[in-house]
């Protein structure tokens, strides 16, 4: 088969789809004010879809930040220092979060179709994988949930306990989160740990958009 | 704004035929077929304002389209079609002689670009409208002398391919 013959029969389907009149029962060309109508529809979809999800994580986060600060200001005193602290801690990682999500719907809204493919497939997929990115800083905060109920009372109080009990429990979560943190990436999405740690729907998407990634740099590399 | 609405009318009425075979290089079933083609639609209409002089029409439009139809078709993805995708408009009477013969090289060749991967499939329908490469590098993000190898290969395979088959 030459080159000819594959543009020919093309030509010979685009010849048809004209001949076969198809076309002009498509009302979807012609129906341009139908256009806000399915606007509102596309926004429970794709891309609206995904900031959607993030804005409702933001008003989440926020109004958790928001409690946090009061118990926080209800606590303001020096014996509460340690649960202070990790209060304070818990609202930096959160306050991150919600700066990283912020990010990802100016991105989002800053996707534009006219440009060319390779450049819109590939900030749709990385920005569907940055849901990781922010998994993996919220990971970060969990030895801080262990240690808001220290205090010098307890520490001096029943020295055992705290040495052998709290700080090994909070030592072993710190281990964990700084594990989770550096190994939470798409190049371990098809690990066991990773599908367990993930929903199976979130981690069907996420595999998909990491395949896809990986398709993209395929794709850009020179073919030798 | 109607001339604008009646201007952008027109020229998807010029186009409509490109939006019909990328929808179906894209899409498994009717539903689906007609849903992006709308949906292609409500993007180019979105986009009239961005459209940029220094381009031509065609290369803003299949930017467009192929990116719509992509991002749809990652979000649909279902199994094969079980029916060719051309059944409902190759159904014309045709006095030809050879168009049995004709009809299954058509259904062929969108059977091996829908097996193709969705960037390749992109690649292979702008080759097959006869872009230029220096167009087609434009549309993709890639550049020529990786647009030539690329459809070098794939028109190779799609070569075997149809030697498999006997018409």
Same mark, same amino acid.
């Given at each position: 088969?030459?080159d000819m013959?594959?543009?020919?029969?093309?030509?010979?389907?685009?010849?048809?789809?004209?001949?076969?009149?198809?076309?002009?029962?498509?009302?979807?060309?012609?129906?341009?004010?139908?256009?806000?109508?399915?606007?509102?529809?596309?926004?429970?979809?794709?891309?609206?879809? #995904? =900031?959607?999800?993030?804005?409702w994580? %933001?008003? +989440?986060? $926020?109004?958790?930040?928001?409690?946090? /600060? @009061?118990?926080?200001?209800k606590?303001l005193?020096?014996?509460?220092?340690?649960?202070?602290?990790? #209060? =304070?801690?818990?609202v930096?990682?959160? %306050?991150? +979060?919600? $700066?990283?999500?912020?990010?990802?719907? /100016? @991105?989002?809204?800053e996707?534009?179709?006219?440009?060319?493919?390779?450049?819109?497939?590939?900030?749709?997929?990385?920005?569907?994988?940055?849901?990781?990115?922010i998994?993996?800083?919220?990971?970060?905060?969990?030895?801080?949930?262990?240690?808001?109920?220290?205090?010098?009372?307890?520490?001096?109080?029943?020295?055992?306990?705290?040495?052998?009990?709290?700080?090994?429990?909070t030592?072993?979560f710190?281990?964990?989160?700084?594990?989770?943190?550096?190994?939470?990436n798409?190049?371990?999405?098809?690990?066991?740990?990773?599908?367990?740690?993930?929903?199976?729907k979130?981690?069907?998407?996420?595999?998909?958009?990491?395949?896809?990634?990986?398709?993209?740099?395929?794709?850009?590399k020179?073919?030798? | 704004?109607?001339?604008?609405?009646?201007?952008?009318l027109?020229?998807i009425?010029?186009?409509?035929?490109?939006?019909?075979?990328?929808?179906?290089?894209?899409?498994?079933?009717?539903?689906?077929?007609?849903?992006?083609a709308?949906?292609?639609?409500?993007?180019?209409?979105?986009?009239?304002?961005?459209?940029?002089?220094?381009?031509?029409?065609?290369?803003?439009?299949y930017?467009i389209?192929?990116?719509?139809?992509?991002?749809?078709?990652?979000?649909e993805?279902?199994?094969a079609?079980?029916v060719?995708?051309?059944?409902?408009?190759?159904?014309?009477?045709?006095?030809?002689g050879?168009?049995?013969?004709?009809?299954?090289k058509?259904?062929?060749?969108?059977?091996?670009?829908?097996?193709?991967?969705a960037?390749?499939?992109?690649?292979?329908?702008?080759?097959?409208?006869?872009?230029?490469?220096?167009?087609?590098?434009?549309i993709?993000?890639?550049?020529?002398?990786?647009?030539?190898?690329?459809?070098?290969?794939?028109?190779?395979?799609?070569?075997?391919?149809?030697?498999?088959?006997?018409?």
């Amino acid at each position: 088969m030459e080159d000819m013959e594959l543009k020919n029969i093309w030509k010979e389907y685009d010849r048809r789809i004209e001949e076969s009149k198809i076309l002009n029962m498509q009302s979807w060309a012609l129906n341009i004010k139908t256009y806000e109508y399915l606007q509102t529809q596309k926004a429970k979809s794709g891309l609206n879809a #995904l =900031s959607g999800f993030k804005k409702w994580m %933001i008003f +989440a986060g $926020i109004l958790f930040i928001a409690f946090l /600060v @009061l118990l926080i200001i209800k606590s303001l005193k020096f014996q509460n220092i340690y649960f202070i602290g990790s #209060l =304070s801690s818990i609202v930096i990682f959160n %306050i991150l +979060a919600i $700066i990283f999500y912020l990010r990802h719907i /100016v @991105l989002i809204h800053e996707i534009d179709n006219t440009e060319s493919l390779v450049e819109v497939q590939e900030k749709i997929v990385k920005l569907q994988t940055s849901t990781l990115r922010i998994t993996k800083i919220l990971f970060l905060q969990t030895p801080f949930y262990s240690t808001f109920f220290w205090s010098r009372a307890m520490i001096t109080g029943n020295p055992t306990a705290f040495f052998f009990i709290a700080v090994p429990v909070t030592l072993f979560f710190a281990a964990l989160s700084i594990w989770l943190y550096r190994n939470i990436n798409y190049h371990n999405a098809g690990k066991r740990w990773f599908r367990i740690l993930f929903s199976s729907k979130e981690w069907t998407s996420i595999i998909k958009a990491v395949n896809f990634l990986k398709e993209i740099e395929e794709f850009k590399k020179e073919a030798v | 704004m109607q001339t604008d609405q009646e201007e952008f009318l027109r020229l998807i009425e010029e186009n409509k035929r490109i939006i019909f075979k990328i929808c179906n290089s894209y899409c498994y079933n009717k539903n689906d077929h007609d849903d992006l083609a709308q949906e292609i639609v409500c993007q180019l209409w979105k986009s009239c304002g961005k459209f940029d002089t220094e381009y031509k029409f065609s290369t803003w439009m299949y930017r467009i389209a192929l990116n719509t139809a992509i991002s749809f078709y990652r979000k649909e993805k279902k199994s094969a079609p079980t029916v060719p995708l051309t059944e409902h408009l190759l159904h014309v009477e045709d006095n030809d002689g050879g168009t049995g013969i004709l009809e299954a090289k058509i259904n062929s060749l969108h059977q091996f670009i829908n097996e193709l991967k969705a960037l390749d499939r992109a690649l292979m329908i702008l080759y097959l409208e006869e872009k230029n490469y220096s167009e087609i590098a434009e549309i993709l993000g890639i550049t020529e002398t990786n647009v030539a190898t690329k459809i070098s290969r794939i028109k190779e395979k799609l070569k075997q391919k149809f030697l498999t088959i006997n018409y």
